[in-house]
């Protein structure tokens, strides 16, 4: 069993950045992929990003691509979402996720073995 919780969440203005942290627990970190996705109102959840197991690796979805980083601290065993330019259709609830498959999967819901609670980032114009 692996616990995330999310934190760095808020209501920022349009321009702005703002760093999610994700801190997980129980099983060892450096065996899953980590990932963020993220929920807009009255939609469904999205891919936001994904990182492989040693850090190496990276994928995004094209609409944050040049403006979010995903990184993770395995001593700490912590992955960070950095948000820079965020826009008004930024706004959703974010999600940490975390997968025994590669990173390169992570964008299908179905690979996800945990999540986290959810943090609110709104992003006002």
């Known amino acids: 069993q692996v616990q995330l919780v999310e934190s760095g969440g808020g209501l920022v203005q349009a321009g702005d950045s703002l760093r999610l942290s994700c801190a997980a627990s129980g099983r060892t970190f450096s065996n899953y992929a980590m990932g963020w996705f993220r929920q807009p109102p009255g939609k469904e959840r999205e891919f936001v990003g994904a990182?492989?197991?040693?850090?190496?690796?990276?994928r995004y979805r094209d609409s944050v691509k040049g403006r979010f980083t995903i990184s993770r601290d395995s001593a700490k065993n912590t992955v960070y979402l950095q948000m820079n330019s965020l826009k008004p259709e930024d706004t959703a609830v974010y999600y940490c996720?975390?997968?025994?498959?590669?990173?390169?999967?992570?964008?299908?819901?179905?690979?996800?073995?945990?999540w986290g609670q959810g943090t609110q980032v709104t992003v006002s114009s």
């Open positions: 996720a975390a997968s025994s498959y590669s990173y390169r999967n992570m964008w299908e819901i179905t690979k996800i073995d945990y």
């Open positions: 990182i492989s197991r040693g850090g190496s690796n990276t």
